[in-house]
């Protein structure tokens, strides 16, 4: 079984992704929604008696922060990976559990992406690049090689991030941002080329 915590729109990418990969035997959690998610039902907790060794999980919230939180909750249940057919991974590129990757995505030589991160629609990450744990990638955005990003880091939809730069934990890069130079821990940053506007508290 595999279980789907979260029931927003991030949970319908997931969703759509693992069946693309032809999985089929699902459970979506969620303990402030209810109905249905794509046709499936939404339960409002997980019953820990029904869990097997054979289950997995998926923490599919969009926001790095709170898929944290979940994921240390849930850290006894096997986090497994969905990634869409359609994404082209380098053999040498490692991913870490949870990770979910989706349609259109490149991802290049010898890249390590850490562990709960969301690697959205159509980004590129290309060689050599260390992407820590909770980050989120967002769609169309373009990461060129010898890039490190901490943990949590949230990269806008369409941000640019040139070679070498190295960008620290819980950072925001601004949808279209153009980032030429390492940015601090929780920097918010907005533009072409890339300022700090804040800090993440």
């Keep these: 079984m595999i279980y789907l915590y979260g029931a927003g729109g991030h949970a319908k990418v997931i969703l759509e992704t693992l069946r693309a990969q032809s999985f089929a035997d699902f459970r979506i959690v969620d303990n402030k929604k209810d109905g249905l998610l794509l046709g499936l039902p939404i339960q409002d907790h997980l019953i820990s008696e029904e869990l097997t060794p054979a289950d997995s999980i998926i923490i599919a919230i969009g926001n790095n922060e709170t898929r944290k939180l979940f994921a240390e909750k849930f850290a006894s249940i096997k986090g497994m990976q969905a990634i869409h057919p359609s994404a082209n991974i380098s053999p040498t590129a490692s991913l870490g559990r949870g990770t979910v990757v989706m349609a259109g995505v490149a991802i290049q030589a010898d890249t390590r992406i850490g562990k709960h991160c969301i690697i959205n629609t159509n980004s590129s990450i290309d060689h050599d690049n260390i992407i820590g744990d909770f980050v989120h990638i967002s769609p169309n955005a373009a ?58 508290k």
């Design 143 to 200: 990461i060129a090689g010898a890039v490190e990003i901490g943990e949590g880091t949230h990269i806008g939809i369409g941000a640019c991030i040139i070679q070498g730069v190295k960008i620290g934990n819980w950072a925001t890069i601004g949808a279209g941002a153009v980032i030429i130079d390492d940015i601090p821990d929780r920097a918010v940053v907005v533009g072409n080329p890339g300022r700090i506007l804040k800090y993440n």
